[in-house]
């Protein structure tokens, strides 16, 4: 699924949510960012999800969902989401779910 037909659907989702966010061209994808932190982005033809570290393990037991690798080495926090994972609107909106109900805890990136 190409990159800005997924960035559409997730802006789609915040909005009907109610969900006041900021859209950012970041790592040659869109970035969502909810309270000046990362939410989810689009990456590589997937999503790249923030989530709960607590629950990574349990969801990458979801169709395509995998640790995110950067660099050599897994980012704790962050999934990778192929497009089997989200082509579904219910399952994109189960993924936005989870990456907004971890933001609250997450730790902001912002410069001081």
Excluded: Q
Excluded at 15 to 36: L, Y
Excluded at 72 to 78: C, E, I, T
């Amino acid at each position: 699924m190409e990159n800005h037909i997924t960035a559409a659907r997730i802006a789609d989702i915040l909005t009907v949510k109610g969900i006041a966010f900021e859209h950012k061209r970041m790592f040659g994808g869109d970035c969502f960012m909810v309270d000046d932190k990362m939410l989810a982005g689009t990456y590589k033809g997937g999503i790249m999800a923030r989530v709960d570290p607590a629950e990574e393990l349990e969801l990458t037991r979801r169709p395509g969902a995998s640790a995110m690798v950067h660099g050599g080495r897994a980012m704790s926090g962050f999934l990778m989401i192929e497009a089997e994972g989200f082509e579904r609107d219910h399952d994109l909106n189960f993924w936005i779910e989870k990456c907004l109900e971890f933001n609250p805890k997450a730790k902001s990136s912002k410069k001081k």
